[in-house]
């Protein structure tokens, strides 16, 4: 199984519209080139993530325009197209930070709503509303588990995708430059923990002044990082296993010590 990671960098004076088409191009183009399986954009690669206020003028519903230019893509090239996260706005009203899965056919393979929200008080934090479901597609006996950015720093959403069957995780971002190693430490961690191919497809250039960590990485399922794009706009085009998963968590069965979630009993507290 062949994946293309396509790390965009955002140009904030590059019309959305164009930066659709140009992106499109780019997944017609890349699939071809490298003979992908699947190809990964990263988030809100309309707006780019650090870009809030431009959020609720550049919102759409879940089969906008972005969702219309990006199954006529996975089409055409005829791959699996995990397309990143849209800013989506959903008929109730509240804005959702939701990625997007098509099939070669160009039909809704998946759509996932970012659960873990970043900003602590402000920016995305309190512009969108957090999804509550977890995701997952499945092609080439293999399911892949979704999660975006600022998920990666919370491991029970990871174990509750490989409760799901998960063996690979495909994390689209908008990281900034100022935190590239917890990036890429998460990005290890969660596929040694996990025992999982990580797919982690990062934004270059600088979004709203931030600038943006790219580095865009494939980790497999031991902890080797397969692949580690630059800085700028870069593809990514790695050779995944699905038979290194099961080889891994045969080899070295630690995910079967787990205590199925419970946390030991609490001893009572000592001293004064
Ligand atoms: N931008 C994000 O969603 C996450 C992030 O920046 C982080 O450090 O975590």
Redesign the pocket.
């Known amino acids: 199984m062949r994946a293309s990671l396509i790390q965009i960098a955002v140009d904030e004076d590059e019309a959305v519209n164009s930066r659709r088409s140009r992106v499109a191009s780019l997944v017609r183009e890349v699939s071809a080139r490298d003979g992908s399986d699947l190809v990964v954009l990263p988030e809100l690669w309309t707006t780019g ?1 650090f870009a809030y206020e431009s959020f609720a003028d550049e919102a759409e519903p879940l089969e906008g325009p972005t969702y219309e230019a990006m199954s006529k893509a996975a089409s055409e090239a005829g791959v699996w197209l995990h397309a990143g996260s849209i800013p989506e706005r959903d008929p109730d009203g509240p804005l959702y930070n939701t990625s997007l899965v098509f099939s070669p056919a160009g039909e809704l393979a998946a759509a996932y709503r970012k659960i873990h929200r ?1 900003g602590f008080d402000k920016g995305e934090a309190v512009m969108m509303a957090a999804g509550s479901e977890l995701a997952t597609f499945r092609t080439q006996d293999t399911t892949f588990g979704l999660a975006t ?2 998920d990666l ?1 919370f491991p029970e959403l990871f174990r509750g995708l490989v409760d799901a069957g998960a063996e690979m995780f495909v994390v689209p ?4 430059a100022r ?1 590239l190693e ?1 990036w890429l430490l998460f990005a290890r961690a969660r596929a040694v923990e996990d025992q999982v191919y990580v797919l982690a497809c990062g934004t270059g250039g600088a979004h709203a002044g931030v600038p943006q960590a790219g580095h865009s990485v494939v980790v497999d399922p031991w902890g080797e990082v397969l692949a580690e794009a630059g800085d700028g706009e870069e593809v990514l085009t790695v050779d995944l296993d699905p038979g290194k998963v099961s080889a891994t968590r045969e080899q070295f069965p630690a995910l079967k010590d787990r205590l199925l979630g419970q946390a030991p009993p609490q001893r009572g507290a000592r001293g004064a």
């Not at 971002?173 to 900034?176: D, E, M, N, T």
């Open positions: 993530a970043f950015c600022y720093r971002a908008g990281w900034p935190r917890h």
